[in-house]
């Protein structure tokens, strides 16, 4: 019985000891920590992508902990993670989870996009040999620092490393059908290295011919390709084919590709109809301003877009006009007649939102179209520097216009230029549709009082108090709104300003309680508001005409 007794004891003892270094293996693996957890965003501006203007459902990053410089100091190597499309990534199985050190002490993060499950030590391989799927070939690189469990999220701060060309193909004169149309780059390093410790370029090799991505856009082509970033890329010739036919266009000098930036041409390909005198590729558009392109030249199309916007204002609502390699001047007509204008505007691609909205408002544009709720994006600006609006910013704010949907209601055509997403911004809802409803509606019955009423409405994402920005949807969110009037009666003219904090606002309280003079506007806004008006007119708000 004693032998029996001792027997049942070691058994016991050896479960024990078996549990014990089961439980401590699993402990070693998979640490009861705490799980990293990312939120993205692309060059500041969240939920965006390399290809597109969204995440999509099952994205992959690949993702590294370390500490110190440079990656010799891993703590994990190139685990998975993945998105459901909203931006936030989470590890895509359990043997992939990161956990903070249970210490507190601090590490880093090293993330790129797409993913690739094995790797040569801490290199990345580029290859731009097949464009079929663009997304899988476009690489991002991101890094965060100094994080400890103490953290609610690591936030990824993508940017691209490779460059972008998209040429839209049109017919010209004996050219009758695209149909078929195929577009070869000639002579670009299909091949590279990038090393993942110090996020640079190496090795660019294997020169070839780039076949683009090739798809219809209404009557036009477009042709997409990726490309290895140069310094140098004059001379590069463009083969377009349409069955037997041939068209060449050369790139012209001074061209040059840039790590993150998307360059965007428009050609026309000419002929005669036999196809036997075929002429190179016109370029009918040099680069335009399109997702952070440096500065240039501006594509005409239907005098939506103002070419080389003038340093001073063409009509006596716009403000003063400065523009950089963000900020891009966009000049709507009304629908169907190219000789009117309708609203300008100063849009900012880097927030995704405009500083203001100008325009002139008397009785002919309001009518009885009624309000349309065609939400869409601004045809005159690139869909990936617009926020998708189709849905609301959510979190307590509403789709805010700033040119309102009532001061353009003469057709429903004129009234749905007002849906653009270009001009909305992220507007508390009680604000929206309370003390700023409010002043709107009194802004069309002051229309009635002159001839003319110029509306300058703006969107400021900085105070004098508070430089901080915020984002809602990818879209920074307004500090606060302002507008400015000037009222032409005869001869003479008259202002008054308006600024409101984008806040909850009593009911009890009126948009009177938050009258300026547009001088004292334009000394907070920064904008030289009326150019064309003295400080004196400016400077004065009369109570007989802003009563």
Same mark, same amino acid.
């Given at each position: 019985m004693r032998i029996r007794n001792l027997q049942f004891a070691f058994l016991v003892v050896m479960v024990v000891l078996a549990s014990c270094r089961k439980d401590n293996t699993r402990d070693v693996l998979n640490p009861k920590g705490t799980e990293?957890?990312?939120?993205?965003? *692309?060059?500041?501006? *969240?939920?965006?992508?390399?290809?597109?203007?969204?995440?999509?459902?099952?994205?992959?990053?690949?993702?590294?902990?370390?500490?110190?410089?440079?990656?010799?100091? *891993?703590?994990?190597?190139?685990? @998975?993670?993945?998105t459901t499309g909203d931006g936030a990534f989470q590890a895509s199985a359990t043997d992939q989870t990161i956990y903070y050190p249970e210490d507190g002490s601090q590490v880093d993060f090293i993330a790129y996009y797409p993913y690739k499950q094995t790797l040569s030590g801490t290199t990345y391989p580029v290859d731009l040999t097949n464009q079929t799927s663009q997304p899988a070939i476009d690489l991002m690189y991101a890094s965060a620092a100094g994080l400890s469990k103490t953290s609610s999220n690591a936030q990824l701060v993508f940017s691209h490393q490779l460059s972008k060309i998209e040429i839209t193909v049109t017919k010209g004169q004996g050219v009758t059908d695209l149909s078929g149309l195929t577009t070869s780059i000639s002579g670009q390093k299909t091949t590279a290295s990038f090393d993942l410790a110090t996020g640079t370029l190496s090795g660019q090799a294997q020169v070839a011919n780039i076949l683009a991505k090739t798809g219809v856009t209404g009557s036009t082509m477009l042709a997409e390709a990726i490309v290895l970033p140069t310094t140098d890329a004059t001379g590069t010739k463009v083969v377009f084919t349409i069955g037997s036919r041939t068209f060449t266009w050369t790139m012209p000098d001074g061209t040059a590709f840039e790590a993150g930036k998307k360059y965007a041409y428009n050609v026309e390909l000419k002929g005669s109809s036999t196809g036997t005198s075929d002429v190179a590729a016109t370029l009918k558009a040099t680069v335009t301003n399109w997702v952070d392109v440096p500065s240039g030249a501006y594509s005409l199309d239907q005098q939506d877009v103002v070419a080389n916007p003038p340093t001073a204002s063409a009509y006596m609502e716009t403000p003063l006009i400065t523009t950089d390699e963000n900020k891009v001047y966009v000049f709507h007509t009304v629908p169907g007649q190219a000789?009117?204008?309708?609203?300008?505007?100063?849009?900012?691609?880097?927030?995704?939102?405009?500083?203001?909205?100008?325009?002139?408002?008397?009785?002919?544009?309001?009518? @009885? @179209?009624?309000?349309?709720?065609?939400?869409?994006?601004?045809?005159?600006?690139?869909?990936?520097?617009?926020?998708?609006l189709s849905s609301s910013f959510g979190n307590g704010y509403d789709r805010g216009h700033q040119i309102p949907s009532a001061d353009r209601t003469a057709s429903a055509d004129l009234n749905q230029t007002t849906f653009y997403y270009s001009n909305m911004t992220a507007q508390i809802s009680s604000m929206n549709q309370g003390i700023w409803a409010n002043l709107e509606n009194q802004v069309r019955t002051w229309m009635a009082k002159g001839d003319t009423l110029y509306v300058v409405t703006g969107a400021s994402i900085k105070s004098s108090t508070d430089a901080t920005i915020t984002y809602a949807k990818g879209a920074a969110i307004p500090k606060y709104y302002y507008k400015a009037l000037a009222l032409k009666k005869g001869d003479s003219y008259y202002t008054i300003g308006f600024k409101i904090d984008n806040a909850i606002i009593p009911s009890t309280v009126t948009y009177n309680n938050f009258r300026v003079s547009v001088s004292d506007l334009e000394k907070e806004t920064g904008f030289n508001l009326f150019p064309k008006l003295s400080e004196d007119i400016k400077g004065n708000i009369d109570n007989t005409i802003w009563n």
């Open positions: 990293v957890r990312f939120s993205s965003s *692309i060059n500041g501006e *969240i939920k965006t992508k390399a290809v597109g203007n969204t995440w999509e459902a099952n994205d992959a990053i690949g993702v590294f902990e370390k500490r110190g410089t440079g990656l010799t100091n *891993i703590l994990a190597t190139n685990k @998975s993670y993945t000789s009117v204008r309708n609203y300008a505007m100063l849009f900012d691609k880097k927030y995704k939102m405009a500083y203001w909205v100008a325009y002139p408002l008397v009785a002919s544009y309001v009518g @009885s @179209s009624g309000r349309t709720d065609a939400w869409q994006f601004d045809p005159s600006i690139a869909q990936a520097d617009q926020v998708d």
